[in-house]
């Protein structure tokens, strides 16, 4: 066969695949390849992790998470103060007016807890929360809590991860 009979023919089977709805399956499709979804930018309603930050994070610290999302595998997300602040988009926003998730881990630095953050991630399997007030809201929801300043534990904790990955 030409290579302009091979075009012909595969337009032809392309043709067949596709009814007038666009939704009939094409029986010449065969899946070959499932790929892991990029975390950085993977919607975050499909994340498996996610590691999110609100005011007490700091203009700065979101660089910091994101070293830490890349080391664990993770998304970022983060409160909508985070977003008014313009240190995420809005996309990223978790809570009442953001997605609602239901990652495996969801490391909350900075957050405070308020109910409008924490119902779009009631459904995280683990969280882990660190904020400096020990008497913040979220400590409530957390499975595992840590009082301490961001700004000291973030890069120590990056620090101890990526050790144990070895890189
Ligand atoms: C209709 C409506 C819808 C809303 N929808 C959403 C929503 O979808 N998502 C959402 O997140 N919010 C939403 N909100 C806003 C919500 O009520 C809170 O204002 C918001 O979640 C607070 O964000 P935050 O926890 O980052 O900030 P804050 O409440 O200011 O809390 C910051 C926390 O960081 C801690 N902290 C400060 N500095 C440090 C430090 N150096 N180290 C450690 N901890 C520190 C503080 O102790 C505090 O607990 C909504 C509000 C309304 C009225």
């Known amino acids: 066969m030409t290579a302009r009979a091979a075009r012909k023919n595969s337009r032809a089977a392309a043709s067949r695949c596709s009814s007038a709805s666009g939704a009939a399956p094409c029986a010449a499709a ?8 990029d ?22 610290g979101f660089h910091q998470l994101e070293v830490l999302a890349d ?7 983060g409160s909508r103060v985070a977003v008014d602040l313009g240190w995420i988009p809005w996309e990223r926003q978790v809570g009442q007016s953001g997605r609602a998730v239901a990652p495996e881990l969801y490391l909350a630095f900075g957050i405070s ?22 008497s913040a809201a979220i400590f409530r929801y957390a499975r595992y809590g840590i009082v301490g300043d961001c700004v000291e534990l973030l ?13």
């Open 30 to 37: 065969r899946v070959r390849r499932v790929m892991a979804a």
């Open 113 to 134: 807890g308020a109910s409008q953050h924490m119902v779009g991630c009631a459904a995280a399997k683990t969280l882990v929360a660190i904020n400096r007030d020990s």
């Open 39 to 60: 975390p950085r930018t993977v919607d975050l309603r499909d994340a498996e992790r996610i590691v999110a930050g609100g005011r007490g994070v700091g203009p700065d």
């Open 155 to 167: 890069p120590e904790i990056t620090r101890a991860v990526r050790g144990r990955r070895g890189s």
């Open 71 to 77: 080391l664990l595998g993770a998304a970022v997300g």
